[in-house]
T-cell receptor, first 115, second 112 residues
């Protein structure tokens, strides 16, 4: 069974600084996708960024980038130039292509941006 | 707007009752996932349907069941409700290609 681990229950960052949220995963599936979602206090799940297991380059979406280290099975989210609106829960998720495309989530990291 | 519609948005019911949560996926999306999120917890995977067929079950209680209909909408049935079933229930849909899943706004269930 797949497993997603987010070891940081809570993180603090100063406004305008960069922050890295950790995510490690475990899978035997050779083909998988890694995702990050943001959940603000309003509760909705907002997709941020996607990395495919065969992608050679790290994914980037605006201020978000994914530091993908396949051998270490890690997919850390880097948020640059943090903003107050970045304060939220962040979830890492993985979908295994050959395992029925199940999509499982980590426990999440609560990020607080300080002014 | 993700294009995934969940109804109702809020539901308050008593212990022992049965409720049905509904999810309308984005047009053409064949995969539907259900998740449970208890207060300040992560998303617990409940069940995954693909084009009407159950693909996988996660931590879904026997009191819970789900189905996906020919028009691809899905329903999650929760019976013999307990206080601990109070949670935010999310539905997500995904098209049949390598992309992210799109989440509905969730149904907040309160069992009293």
């Amino acid at each position: 069974a797949q497993k997603i681990t987010q070891t940081q229950p809570g993180m603090f960052v100063q406004e305008k600084e960069a922050v890295t949220l950790d995510c490690t995963y475990d899978t035997s599936d050779p083909s998988y996708g890694l995702f990050w979602y943001k959940q603000p206090s309003s509760g909705e799940m907002i997709f941020l960024i996607y990395q495919g297991s065969y992608d050679q380059q790290n994914a980037t979406e605006g201020r978000y980038s994914l530091n993908f280290q396949k051998a270490r099975k890690s997919a850390n989210l880097v948020i640059s130039a943090s903003q107050l609106g970045d304060s939220a829960m962040y979830f890492c998720a993985m979908r295994e292509v050959y395992n029925n495309n199940d999509m499982r989530f980590g426990a999440g990291t609560r990020l607080t941006v300080k002014p | 707007d993700s294009g995934v519609t969940q109804t109702p948005k809020h539901l308050i019911t008593a212990t022992g009752q049965r409720v049905t949560l509904r999810c309308s996926p984005r047009s053409g999306d064949l995969s539907v996932y259900w998740y449970q999120q208890s207060l300040d917890q992560g998303l617990q995977f409940l069940i995954h349907y693909y084009n009407g067929e159950e693909r996988a079950k996660g931590n879904i209680l026997e009191r819970f069941s789900a189905q996906q209909f020919p028009d691809l909408h899905s329903e999650l049935n929760l019976s013999s409700l307990e206080l601990g079933d109070s949670a935010l229930y999310f539905c997500a849909s995904r098209p049949d290609r390598d992309t992210e899943a799109f989440f509905g706004q969730g149904t907040r269930l309160t069992v009293v």
